[in-house]
């Protein structure tokens, strides 16, 4: 069985890792929002827009969510930098 | 999974078109006798920003989620204040100076609160709706940073003892993600 998630990337992120989004199987041991971040940072290049210390936000079914967010099979994660509407 | 919202009268509009800010204002109020005040915001686009000229820009969004995150500032000011009416309007896509942006209004039977009730959701509107400005400057486009004083801005609701209702769970001021 797998774990597949949608990912979407928006703005300034978007334009860093060079796609809007993707659907994912999610690895063993990536079970949260945390772990996801960490793991798309580790692809390299413009994905290190992810790694701990950006700051980056991120939703989990369209609501803004923490690292320790756990994740599940048809979820929709998002990520993007601090917004700046209004 | 996402979760499917509910269609509630257009108290919220995220749209690329224009919006008639005397039609909207009318229309707050219309077939009420109970109102007693009218408060409302418009945010437009500024031709320089940190020292730059600003030829247009284009708004990005996160179609769905704008959607559900406007709707929930809407239910916590109408949580915290004695609101008749409120309407929302955002805008999309390549704007330039002097367009409008973002409409918010309010009414209620007293002043107070719909001034209150207005800046609290322009306040929380602007760290919690996910947009993002892309500025055409002279210098080539660039993103917009976000501001301190908008999380500033918004944290002092938090501060003020009004009572903040039960949210989806996440504490907003503190969604930086922790490592």
């Given at each position: 069985m797998t774990s597949k998630v949608k990912i979407l990337y928006f703005a300034s992120l978007r334009e860093a890792v060079g796609c809007a989004g993707e659907e994912l199987d999610l690895p063993a041991g990536v079970g949260?929002?945390?772990?996801?971040?960490?793991?798309?940072?580790?692809?390299?290049?413009?994905?290190?827009?992810l790694a701990a210390g950006r700051n980056v936000r991120a939703a989990l079914n369209q609501k803004m969510a923490g690292a320790d967010a756990s994740l599940d099979a048809g979820d929709e994660v998002a990520f993007f930098p601090p917004v700046t509407g209004g | 999974m996402v979760e499917a919202r509910a269609q509630d009268a257009a108290e919220v509009s995220v749209q690329h078109e224009d919006f008639d800010v005397g039609g909207e204002i009318a229309r707050l109020g219309?077939?009420?006798?109970?109102?007693?005040?009218?408060?409302?915001?418009?945010?437009?686009?500024?031709?320089?920003?940190?020292?730059?000229?600003?030829?247009?820009?284009?708004?990005?969004?996160?179609?769905?989620?704008?959607?559900?995150?406007?709707?929930?500032?809407?239910?916590?000011?109408?949580?915290?204040?004695?609101?008749?009416?409120?309407?929302?309007?955002?805008?999309?896509?390549?704007?330039?100076?002097?367009?409008?942006?973002?409409?918010?209004?309010?009414?209620?039977?007293?002043?107070?609160?719909?001034?209150?009730?207005?800046?609290?959701?322009?306040?929380?509107?602007?760290?919690?709706?996910?947009?993002?400005k892309c500025e055409e400057t002279p210098q080539g486009a660039r993103w917009v940073d976000a501001r301190e004083s908008d999380d500033s801005a918004a944290a002092r609701w938090a501060a003020s003892g009004a009572q903040v209702p039960a949210g989806e769970g996440e504490d907003w001021d503190d969604i930086e993600l922790r490592r």
């Open positions: 949260t929002v945390g772990a996801l971040r960490s793991h798309l940072a580790a692809r390299g290049e413009g994905w290190q827009a | 219309e077939g009420r006798r109970d109102v007693g005040a009218v408060a409302s915001f418009v945010g437009l686009v500024r031709d320089a920003n940190d020292g730059s000229g600003v030829r247009a820009m284009t708004l990005e969004h996160y179609p769905g989620m704008t959607e559900r995150a406007l709707e929930e500032i809407v239910e916590q000011a109408k949580a915290r204040w004695s609101l008749l009416s409120v309407r929302v309007i955002h805008r999309y896509g390549r704007l330039e100076p002097a367009d409008r942006i973002v409409f918010v209004g309010v009414t209620s039977a007293h002043r107070g609160e719909a001034f209150a009730a207005c800046e609290f959701i322009m306040d929380y509107l602007k760290t919690r709706a996910p947009f993002w």
